[in-house]
């Protein structure tokens, strides 16, 4: 080996060294740590080509804990930066009544109604008892506050609804998803309460991997 070759390769094993220990002390210095606070997947799904960062919440609305986070994750989403994209997606464990809970959900977000009903169906099964997972009962429900119940039940049972029940399905199985509320961020990244240790951290901790996303890192 000659001396050039040598020198050049010691520094670049030197800057190498000390690129490593910066990362080193930055993933040190961050509060959150990879397999604790959050998982990162091995591999990364698609995000739509918008440019944006995609956050994806993982719910069912028989949830309890779905339905205690909703107040503050609807607070937090409102207040995301103009680069970020939020969605709601509805899982399925098994056929009931989850699926059922999954076209309720994609009827009203077909109809412009998830700011005004989307909350009323948790208050409607936590609190009322509710179970709404049949038609008729979900018919009730909605007309009850104001939809037209031949529309929604049309809707229902469109083809457009059935799509985004398949496409949920898919994209919860890239996440790995085995329980909820779960935020997935840039089909990358998924904390949960369990993760965090509470609904707020689980906020801070997408922040956290939201800036990560966007550092590409």
């Given at each position: 080996m000659?001396?050039r070759?040598?020198?050049?390769?010691?520094?670049?094993?030197a800057?190498?060294?000390?690129?490593?220990?910066?990362?080193?002390?930055?993933?040190?210095q961050?509060?959150?740590?990879?397999?604790?606070?959050?998982?990162?997947?091995?591999?990364?799904g698609?995000?739509?080509?918008?440019?944006?960062?995609?956050?994806?919440?993982?719910?069912?609305?028989?949830?309890?804990?779905?339905?205690?986070?909703?107040?503050?994750?609807?607070?937090?989403?409102?207040?995301?930066?103009?680069?970020?994209?939020?969605?709601r997606?509805?899982?399925?464990?098994?056929?009931?009544?989850?699926?059922?809970?999954?076209?309720?959900?994609?009827?009203?977000e077909?109809?412009?109604?998830?700011?005004?009903?989307?909350?009323?169906?948790?208050?409607?099964?936590?609190?009322?008892?509710?179970?709404?997972?049949?038609?008729?009962?979900?018919?009730?429900?909605?007309?009850?506050?104001?939809?037209?119940?031949?529309?929604?039940?049309?809707?229902?049972?469109?083809?457009?609804?059935?799509?985004?029940?398949?496409?949920?399905?898919?994209?919860?199985?890239?996440?790995?998803?085995?329980?909820?509320?779960?935020?997935?961020?840039?089909?990358?990244?998924?904390?949960?309460?369990?993760?965090?240790?509470?609904?707020?951290?689980?906020?801070?901790?997408?922040?956290?991997?939201?800036?990560?996303?966007?550092?590409?890192?």
């Amino acid at each position: 080996m000659k001396r050039r070759e040598f020198s050049t390769r010691m520094m670049a094993t030197a800057v190498g060294a000390v690129t490593l220990s910066a990362g080193s002390a930055a993933q040190a210095q961050s509060p959150f740590v990879e397999g604790t606070h959050y998982v990162k997947l091995s591999q990364p799904g698609v995000v739509p080509s918008d440019g944006k960062i995609e956050v994806v919440e993982f719910f069912w609305y028989g949830c309890p804990h779905c339905h205690a986070f909703e107040p503050a994750l609807d607070a937090w989403q409102k207040k995301l930066p103009t680069d970020v994209a939020f969605r709601r997606v509805p899982v399925a464990f098994r056929e009931e009544p989850f699926v059922a809970h999954q076209r309720l959900f994609y009827s009203l977000e077909a109809m412009g109604l998830v700011d005004t009903i989307h909350r009323k169906v948790f208050s409607a099964i936590f609190l009322d008892k509710l179970r709404l997972d049949k038609l008729p009962e979900i018919l009730a429900f909605v007309t009850k506050n104001g939809v037209d119940g031949a529309k929604f039940s049309e809707v229902f049972n469109s083809f457009s609804v059935q799509t985004k029940v398949r496409q949920a399905k898919q994209l919860a199985e890239v996440y790995r998803i085995d329980g909820v509320p779960t935020l997935g961020i840039q089909a990358r990244f998924y904390t949960s309460g369990s993760l965090a240790g509470s609904p707020e951290r689980t906020l801070a901790v997408a922040d956290y991997l939201i800036d990560r996303s966007r550092k590409k890192v």
